[in-house]
């Protein structure tokens, strides 16, 4: 199965995290992702498809807001308990903008 979406970069950041979360409801928020850079994407400013094996995802940790702490990968993220899908640049800013269209699971 793969994780296909559309992405176009206007900055020049090119780089960003995509995870699927576990739904903090049925406990800690696992995380299984992927880290994207200029190497899968192009900060070109046009459209452009990526896909990425669900296999590629990695699991690797959860932020534990109860405790406000970093847990790291126990292997124990659950496709099963997936809540969001998250796109994620972190510490870099996007001043030019960044759009993500086409979503699917196939």
Not at 35 to 48: A, E, H, P, T
Not at 69 to 76: D, G, L, P, T, V
Request: aromatic letters at 12%; one cysteine or more.
């Amino acid at each position: 199965a793969l994780l296909e979406f559309e992405i176009r970069v206007k900055d020049t950041v090119c780089k960003m995290a995509v995870y699927f979360r576990n739904d903090e409801e049925l406990g800690l928020p696992w995380r299984a992702g992927v880290f994207l850079d200029s190497m899968n994407i192009k900060c070109d400013g046009k459209w452009q498809k990526v896909s990425v094996p669900l296999s590629k995802f990695q699991d690797y940790g959860a932020w534990d807001n109860k405790n406000v702490k970093w847990e790291n990968s126990r292997n124990e993220f659950s496709w099963e308990k997936i809540s969001h899908l998250i796109f994620d640049t972190g510490d870099e800013e996007i001043k030019k903008g960044v759009s993500i269209r086409n979503i699917s699971i196939k």
